[in-house]
């Protein structure tokens, strides 16, 4: 299964714009590039993904390279609400036997 | 939309005894259902991968015999922890996808103690 690496922890302030690196540089053609996250004492909870293009959706925006050896999650306007784990996931297209593997993520906290 | 569901969302039991955890996609047909344990401080670690109708994948180190998995429909799977221990104490996490999406949605996690 191909890797990915982030940063083990990240602060920033409220309202304020965050970015989330993720590396994943042996990452093949077809993989999809998801983010999750995961707040204190819950199930992770789905935030984005994509393929090659940028995707934007209400909860924050994905940008990937053009290489796709990296990419990065986006939170426009950090809240207190925001601080959780976040994983960086590669995903293979659907088949029966798709799973994923989760990393160790980036840890975000948020001061007030 | 896709909203996946635990039950319960913590027991205690005894040591010896068995406890089931549901999980029930909501609003969605779940073709795969997956569960994961995770200990504090760790991330998820996967334990198996359920199939509608088929038996379970489990990952390597994973006791097929002490962790029962059914997924007899496309809305409900079940994870069973036979003759639970001490060392089984965490939180089981289930997620569901539905066919042809990559995307998975997660339960909000059983935490299981035993005594």
């Known amino acids: 299964d191909a890797k990915t690496t982030q940063p083990n922890s990240m602060e920033s302030n409220e309202e304020e714009p965050v970015h989330l690196p993720c590396n994943h540089s042996?990452?093949?053609?077809?993989?999809?590039i998801h983010w999750y996250r995961q707040l204190p004492s819950q199930g992770p909870e789905y935030v984005i993904h994509?393929?090659?293009s940028n995707v934007n959706n209400r909860m924050a925006s994905l940008a990937i390279a053009e290489d796709r050896k990296s990419s990065t999650l986006i939170l426009h306007r950090a809240t207190l609400r925001d601080a959780a784990v976040y994983y960086c996931?590669?995903?293979?297209?659907?088949?029966?036997?798709?799973?994923?593997?989760f990393g160790s993520g980036t840890r975000l906290s948020i001061r007030p | 939309g896709a909203v996946v569901s635990q039950h319960p969302s913590w027991v205690i039991c005894k040591s010896g005894t068995s406890v089931k955890i549901e999980c029930r996609s909501l609003?969605?047909?779940?073709?795969?259902m997956f569960w994961y344990r995770q200990f504090p401080k760790q991330s998820l670690m996967l334990m198996a991968t359920?199939?509608?109708?088929?038996?379970?994948?489990?990952e390597q180190g994973v006791e097929k015999d002490k962790f029962l998995i059914n997924h007899a429909s496309l809305t409900l799977s079940t994870l069973t922890v036979t003759s639970a221990h001490p060392e089984d104490s965490s939180f089981y996490i289930c997620?569901?996808?539905?066919?042809?999406?990559?995307?998975?949605?997660f339960g909000p996690g059983t935490r299981l103690l035993v005594l």
């Open positions: 997620s569901a996808q539905n066919r042809g999406r990559e995307t998975q949605y």
């Open positions: 042996t990452i093949s053609g077809t993989d999809y």
């Open positions: 994509g393929l090659t």
């Open positions: 996931i590669l995903v293979a297209p659907y088949s029966s036997a798709s799973k994923i593997i």
């Open positions: 609003d969605f047909q779940a073709t795969t």
């Open positions: 359920s199939n509608e109708g088929s038996k379970a994948t489990y």
